[in-house]
């Protein structure tokens, strides 16, 4: 440090190289700006009405700890390096990083030095108590020559240290919000802080202050991008909880897809085999969205492949799968539930409907449309809970379509939502399509009619149509 500022001075021919030579070999104690300006003194190279070429080297000094700040984004150096250049251009005994929380007001002590460092770090300073606390509270520098005499002074954070004097200036972020603030204790020698101090404790706040808010946001980023990679693979290992094929029966015809609204939703359809006769038909919506809506469906969906294979009848699996979900999950976390066992051979339906919309069966032939809604309640959320089921005889010419609450509540931009009543109609008026094709132009119909809005929902869809 002292060959730098040295370089400084003798470009501009206030010394010469042999006087700097003789700087760099003295063993000294004194503080390197300190040592030359002394033996630029000593040399009189300088008189002593110009020793404010100290000040000038205060500020080489700075400039070289702002470096040293600014080099590193690791939370825990970066606050050392500000407590030591605190401490080194303030001449100080010990310095403290105040941090303050946003939410209490409380000031934390982050980083002090000196012998009680240990003692003090984690002390949290009630809002605007103690001299620092004053300075958060007001955004004032300050400085005090005899704490135990003011008002302010909170008292001595450790036993055995005597504060004699001490400097405090605040840190602002760049919305010009108070962050925390920075304190030196006990000037070196006999002084104490003045005046002159401020600007240059101030300075060193402001830089730390930047250099605070660039490592918060870089942490951030790391963050998101980590959570950014564990949500993307949530999805791809929720992507595997679908149907990888949509089964395939005689003179039945059945198509599905699930479009979340976000990178890992919440609906939940399935179709699982059930002897050499029988398929499980699935649909759901899970409360909530994101990792816990997912971590639900994949209890419900391993609960739900267990009980069909039990042979289970669809009152007892819904039974079962409700309990399971009371007991092992939070009161807040629920699902709405249709599940149907389709036996394509007999074209036979027994289903149950806990609180969910309910699918829409249409009769070609007939013109005729009812909603399946026999069941019961959500799951998850009654414990005991007993369910009824109906069956449906199918015949051809009859469309089944499942579908979760994303379809009916997809939203204009003003707010008015697609509502059943258009999804009814639309099954009316294209009955005549096969499976694929109705899947795909009730999508597209949502879609255009939600166009200009964000999604809001995850919207699933299941079409059977038989023969």
Known sequence: MVKRIGEIFCAKGYVTPD???????????????????????????????????????????????????????????????????????????????????????????????????????????????????WVA?????????????????????????????????????????????????????????????????????????????KTRLQKESLEKRIMERELALAAEIQKVFWPSEIPVYPGIDIAAFSDPATQIGGDY???????????????????????????LMATLRATLRARFEGSCSVEEILSLVNNVLVRDTPLEKFATLFVGLLDHR???????????????LYDVHTGQLRRLSVGGPIVGVFPGTEFESACEKLRPGQLLVAYTDGVTEAARPDGEMFGEERLQALICQHAEDDAETLKGRIRQTVAEFSRGASQQDDITLIVVKVG
């Open 19 to 133: 006087q700097i030579d003789q700087a760099l070999t003295i063993q000294s104690k004194l503080k390197p700006h300190q040592l030359l300006g002394q033996i630029l003194l000593n040399q009189r190279a300088i008189s002593e009405t110009e020793a404010q070429l100290l000040s000038y080297c205060q500020k080489c000094l700075l400039l070289d700890m702002v470096g040293r700040i600014n080099s590193t984004l690791d939370q825990e150096s970066l606050l050392s390096a500000i407590m030591e250049a605190a401490q080194i251009i303030m001449e100080a005994e010990v310095s403290s990083l105040f941090l303050r929380d946003q939410d209490t007001g409380e000031l934390l002590i982050a980083i002090p030095t000196g012998p009680a460092k240990a003692e003090i770090s984690g002390v949290r300073i009630p809002p605007e108590r103690g001299i620092c606390g």
């Open 137 to 213: 509270a007001h955004g004032q520098p300050l400085i005090v020559t005899d704490p135990k005499n003011d008002p302010r002074f909170f008292g001595e954070v450790s036993e055995g240290f005597h504060t004699r004097n001490l400097i405090c200036v605040p840190l602002y972020n760049s919305e010009g919000q108070i962050v925390g603030v920075l304190q030196a204790c006990n000037k070196r020698g006999e002084g104490s802080f003045t005046e002159a101090d401020i600007s240059l404790f101030s300075s060193l706040a402001d830089q730390a202050a930047i250099a605070l808010e």
């Open 269 to 295: 359809y399935d179709f699982i085999e059930v002897g050499q006769d029988c398929c499980g038909l699935v649909i759901g919506d899970i409360s909530g969205k994101g990792v816990p809506a997912a971590l």
């Open 346 to 360: 007999r074209l036979e339906l027994t289903y149950v409907n806990a609180g969910h919309n309910p699918p829409l």
